[in-house]
């Protein structure tokens, strides 16, 4: 077994939940044979044999161009690359189905890289128009300060797509589910049209597509598979799990290692070995049975809040009803291809007014035992949140309305507690409006 583990390959016939848990152990960067709970090395520094040696381990992040050596890497400094992080980033790519993985402080750090090493003054970027509102922010407050230019479209509607691309066009951008309304794009369909745009242009000038797989997390998608550029995941939410550290991650192939190497390198928002340990040891290793339970749970309150007559609609992957269900069938699916919708659901109340809602949320943040009022998702514990007033408050509200975020809606995170604890809190809460 030990034997085989070192040996481990993408390829081996080992299933994730398992690969997840045990990694691989002895690897040329990192050796812990010894150690069954991968160690935590808390070094800013490392001892280098010769003056030549830590040269030649600066020299794999000085410039862009030169050849990592990936044999023996010699580590040098935290921020350039450290073991505990390397372990992470190996296990992400793998989970991602990618090549390689960097790991930033936060999910905005791993985003704003992802954007940064991809454009450069003079190029636009085309984002769906429902989003996180900090990405929002970043794209349009700060893209703009470095000559590029964002547009956001409609990405459920494809012939918009097709005709925003314009050529000075070299990234596209979106979630899938989108936070807060979960709406869903089709990677494929998405895909395709780049590819065909991408044939009629030089190496230089070709589109990457770039798509923030936070909600679904690689358990329920993997983007990369449908052969987008790069994926980035935010590690404080579903993959760290517990709420206990925040972290963020690109993934993609061995093409953009150097261009994001040096990004995290030079700008410096590099994930802290500390959080590192805690998101491999506890948050991957729990991902799988984590979110299924989790999206058992979800299948149950999403059905019963359906049903509820103060219930306005309800957008969960899970549901017949969900508007974009043929396209969440085909493409969230876990390890073994069951259908895959995840833990996250948004609903309105019938009555979608400001001041019913904000009774709800005011309601369950006082009297509710199972549900949480307070933003973030994706943790043990459900969380519920208003994104008009609290997660999307910087997104102006001519953007949300046409970026379908009803002023009143409710975003929900479902954890770990027991699904009938969660209804009854519901129920309760519902009753009292
Ligand atoms: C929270 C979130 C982010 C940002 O992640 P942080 O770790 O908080 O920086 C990005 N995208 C989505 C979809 C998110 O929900």
């Not at 390959?9 to 990694?23: A, F």
Request: hydrophobic share 35%; glycine share 6%; with cysteine.
């Amino acid at each position: 077994m030990k034997g085989e583990k070192n040996k481990l390959k993408k390829t081996d016939n080992i299933s994730m939940e398992s690969y997840l848990i045990h990694g691989i152990f002895r690897t040329s960067k990192w050796d812990y044979d010894h150690n069954v709970v991968p160690p935590l090395s808390a070094s800013v520094t490392y001892r280098v044999e010769s003056v030549e040696r830590g040269l030649s381990g600066f020299k794999h992040f000085i410039n862009e161009h030169s050849r990592r050596v990936r044999k023996r890497p010699t580590y040098v400094y935290d921020r350039l690359d450290e073991p505990t992080r390397s372990m992470l980033e190996e296990r992400l790519a793998i989970v991602e189905s990618g090549e390689t993985a960097f790991c930033f402080a936060t999910g905005m750090a791993a985003i704003s890289a992802a954007l940064m090493v991809s454009l450069k003054p003079g190029d636009t970027a085309l984002l769906h128009k429902t989003m996180y509102g900090c990405t929002f922010s970043l794209s349009s407050n700060w893209l703009p300060r470095f000559g590029i230019k964002s547009v956001f479209v409609d990405m459920t509607d494809l012939n918009e797509l097709k005709n925003s691309l314009t050529p000075d066009v070299k990234v596209i951008y979106f979630e899938t589910p989108a936070n807060p309304n979960m709406e869903l794009i089709d990677i494929d369909k998405v895909v395709s049209i780049v590819d065909k745009e991408n044939a009629k242009r030089k190496r230089t000038h070709r589109i990457r597509t770039i798509v923030d797989n936070t909600f679904a997390t690689p358990r329920c998608q993997r983007p990369l598979e449908f052969g987008v550029t790069m994926v980035v995941d935010s590690l404080t939410k579903n993959i760290g799990g517990f709420g206990t550290d925040m972290g963020g991650a690109v993934i993609t192939s061995k093409k953009y290692e150097e261009e994001l190497m040096m990004f995290r390198k030079d700008f410096g928002g590099v994930l802290g070995s500390r959080s590192a340990w805690h998101i491999l040891v506890y948050g991957l290793s729990t991902l799988i049975d984590r979110g299924n339970k989790q999206q058992n749970s979800s299948q149950k309150v999403a059905e019963y809040l359906e049903q509820h007559p103060k219930i306005g609609k309800v957008a969960y992957p899970g549901l017949k009803s969900f508007p974009y269900f043929a396209i969440a069938q085909k493409q969230m699916r876990d390890f073994d291809g069951n259908f895959a919708p995840g833990n996250m659901i948004y609903f309105t109340l019938k009555n979608d007014t400001e001041e019913s809602s904000n009774k709800l949320l005011g309601y369950i943040a006082k009297k509710a035992y199972s549900i949480t009022l307070a933003v973030s998702l994706g943790h043990i514990r459900t969380l519920i949140e208003k994104p008009g007033s609290l997660s999307h408050a910087a997104v102006p509200e001519e953007v949300k309305r046409s970026a379908r975020i009803d002023p009143s809606g409710i975003r929900l995170s479902i954890g770990l507690e027991n699904p009938d604890d969660i209804i009854a809190d519901f129920e309760n809460a519902l009753k009292a409006i």
